[in-house]
């Protein structure tokens, strides 16, 4: 049986997001093929043109990500971020026309930075 797992936002995401990610995405770049998705998710979310409504998904999609409490925990070795993987994709099938190119160019180029001083 798989848990339920929301992703409603919640009002502390947004500054759980701000404080938080950063530093996860440090952490674990070199280890999750889903970096780059992730950082553009996050400069999506940042930017001002987003529609509001999408800016909350993606806001909550990553505040699931940042949080250590989640359905399969993260250090579970080879499991551990399935369920983030799922959820970040989910929100990219939704509000990938949010998520422009020049969101995933800059992401591509930071996880590039980032896997390159791991």
């Not at 990553?62 to 971020?81: E, H, R, S, T």
């Amino acid at each position: 049986m798989i848990p339920s797992v929301s992703i409603k936002p919640g009002p502390n995401d947004e500054a759980v997001v701000r404080v938080g990610f950063h530093h996860k995405l440090i952490r674990v770049a070199a280890k999750i093929p889903f970096a780059a998705d992730a950082l553009a998710l996050y400069f999506a979310a940042r930017d001002p043109a987003t529609p509001r409504k999408v800016k909350a998904m993606m806001i909550a999609a990553l505040a699931y990500f940042v949080m250590p409490a989640d359905a399969i925990p993260d250090v579970f070795a080879g499991i551990g971020f399935t369920d983030d993987a799922a959820v970040i994709a989910a929100v990219i099938a939704l509000a990938g026309a949010s998520i422009r190119s020049r969101h995933r160019d800059l992401a591509r180029a930071m996880i590039t930075h980032l896997r390159s001083k791991a």
